[in-house]
Protein backbone atom coordinates (compact mmCIF):
# COMPACT_ATOMS: atom_id res chain seq x y z
CA UNK A 1 0.00 0.00 0.00
CA UNK A 2 2.26 2.53 -1.12
CA UNK A 3 1.41 5.60 -1.92
CA UNK A 4 2.50 8.14 -5.27
CA UNK A 5 3.25 10.97 -5.27
CA UNK A 6 3.48 13.10 -8.21
CA UNK A 7 5.69 16.29 -6.44
CA UNK A 8 9.02 13.42 -5.49
CA UNK A 9 8.73 11.61 -8.40
CA UNK A 10 9.61 14.77 -10.51
CA UNK A 11 11.94 16.29 -7.65
CA UNK A 12 13.93 12.38 -7.72
CA UNK A 13 13.55 12.24 -11.41
CA UNK A 14 14.48 15.84 -11.97
CA UNK A 15 17.24 15.89 -9.31
CA UNK A 16 15.53 18.73 -7.82
CA UNK A 17 16.92 18.51 -3.80
CA UNK A 18 18.99 21.49 -3.81
CA UNK A 19 17.16 23.71 -0.42
CA UNK A 20 19.05 26.53 -1.93
CA UNK A 21 16.46 26.31 -5.05
CA UNK A 22 13.66 27.64 -4.09
CA UNK A 23 10.48 26.21 -1.94
CA UNK A 24 10.78 22.78 -4.38
CA UNK A 25 14.32 22.03 -3.00
CA UNK A 26 13.53 22.91 0.40
CA UNK A 27 10.67 20.36 0.72
CA UNK A 28 12.42 17.89 -1.30
CA UNK A 29 15.36 18.38 1.66
CA UNK A 30 12.74 18.01 4.35
CA UNK A 31 11.89 15.09 2.86
CA UNK A 32 14.75 13.37 2.40
CA UNK A 33 16.02 14.73 6.33
CA UNK A 34 12.80 12.86 7.59
CA UNK A 35 13.41 9.95 6.23
CA UNK A 36 17.36 10.02 7.20
CA UNK A 37 16.33 10.88 10.42
CA UNK A 38 13.62 7.98 10.51
CA UNK A 39 16.56 5.71 9.33
CA UNK A 40 18.62 6.23 11.96
CA UNK A 41 16.17 4.86 13.97
CA UNK A 42 16.04 1.25 12.38
CA UNK A 43 12.82 2.69 9.90
CA UNK A 44 13.29 0.95 6.67
CA UNK A 45 12.34 2.81 3.56
CA UNK A 46 9.28 -0.02 3.10
CA UNK A 47 7.94 0.29 6.76
CA UNK A 48 8.07 4.11 6.98
CA UNK A 49 5.81 3.89 3.54
CA UNK A 50 3.30 1.50 5.13
CA UNK A 51 2.06 4.50 7.22
CA UNK A 52 1.12 6.21 4.46
CA UNK A 53 -1.93 3.56 4.30
CA UNK A 54 -2.80 4.19 8.25
CA UNK A 55 -5.99 7.05 8.57
CA UNK A 56 -5.51 10.72 10.30
CA UNK A 57 -1.93 12.71 10.52
CA UNK A 58 1.51 11.76 8.98
CA UNK A 59 4.48 13.74 9.23
CA UNK A 60 5.63 11.47 5.55
CA UNK A 61 2.39 12.42 4.08
CA UNK A 62 2.53 15.74 4.59
CA UNK A 63 6.22 16.17 3.32
CA UNK A 64 5.04 14.93 0.13
CA UNK A 65 2.18 17.36 -0.15
CA UNK A 66 4.36 19.89 0.09
CA UNK A 67 6.61 18.46 -2.04
CA UNK A 68 4.01 18.11 -4.51
CA UNK A 69 2.71 21.24 -4.03
CA UNK A 70 6.57 22.66 -4.55
CA UNK A 71 7.07 20.88 -8.04
CA UNK A 72 4.06 21.88 -9.21
CA UNK A 73 4.52 25.15 -8.87
CA UNK A 74 8.34 25.38 -10.17
CA UNK A 75 6.91 23.78 -13.55
CA UNK A 76 3.19 26.03 -13.41
CA UNK A 77 1.38 22.69 -13.61
CA UNK A 78 -2.23 23.12 -11.63
CA UNK A 79 -3.22 20.10 -9.19
CA UNK A 80 -5.73 18.79 -11.36
CA UNK A 81 -3.62 18.75 -15.08
CA UNK A 82 -2.73 15.53 -16.20
CA UNK A 83 0.74 15.78 -15.27
CA UNK A 84 2.01 12.83 -17.03
CA UNK A 85 0.83 14.36 -20.42
CA UNK A 86 2.42 17.76 -19.43
CA UNK A 87 6.15 16.15 -18.74
CA UNK A 88 6.02 13.97 -21.85
CA UNK A 89 5.05 17.63 -23.91
CA UNK A 90 8.01 19.22 -21.98
CA UNK A 91 10.40 16.40 -22.62
CA UNK A 92 10.07 16.53 -26.19
CA UNK A 93 10.09 20.63 -26.30
CA UNK A 94 13.35 19.57 -24.47
CA UNK A 95 14.29 16.77 -26.86
CA UNK A 96 13.48 19.35 -29.69
CA UNK A 97 15.59 22.10 -28.27
CA UNK A 98 18.72 20.22 -27.57
CA UNK A 99 18.23 18.77 -31.20
CA UNK A 100 18.55 22.01 -32.15
CA UNK A 101 21.47 23.13 -29.88
CA UNK A 102 19.31 25.55 -28.34
CA UNK A 103 19.47 25.82 -24.26
CA UNK A 104 17.03 24.28 -22.03
CA UNK A 105 16.15 26.30 -19.14
CA UNK A 106 15.16 23.79 -15.96
CA UNK A 107 12.36 24.73 -14.01
CA UNK A 108 12.28 27.09 -10.49
CA UNK A 109 14.02 30.68 -10.46
CA UNK A 110 16.09 31.53 -13.79
CA UNK A 111 18.51 32.67 -12.17
CA UNK A 112 19.17 29.31 -10.74
CA UNK A 113 22.67 28.03 -12.90
CA UNK A 114 24.25 25.52 -10.44
CA UNK A 115 23.69 21.86 -11.16
CA UNK A 116 20.86 19.90 -9.93
CA UNK A 117 22.40 16.96 -8.49
CA UNK A 118 21.53 15.79 -5.59
CA UNK A 119 24.30 14.13 -2.94
CA UNK A 120 21.69 12.61 -0.98
CA UNK A 121 22.36 8.47 -1.24
CA UNK A 122 20.48 6.14 1.04
CA UNK A 123 22.90 3.95 2.87
CA UNK A 124 22.53 1.21 5.54
Same mark, same amino acid.
Given at each position: ??G??A +?AH?? #??L +? ?7 ? $???? /? ?14 I?? /??L?E???? *? ?10 E?D??? %??AY??? *?? #? ?6 ? $? %? ?6 ? $?GQ????T?PG ?5 A??I ?7
Amino acid at each position: AFGYSA +GAHLA #AML +GVTDPSNGL $EGEA /AADLLDFRHTQSKFGITL /ADLYETLAD *PGANRLRTLHEELDEAV %LSAYGFG *PD #ADHLSLLL $E %LNASCADR $EGQELPVTPPGDPGYDAARISQFRITN
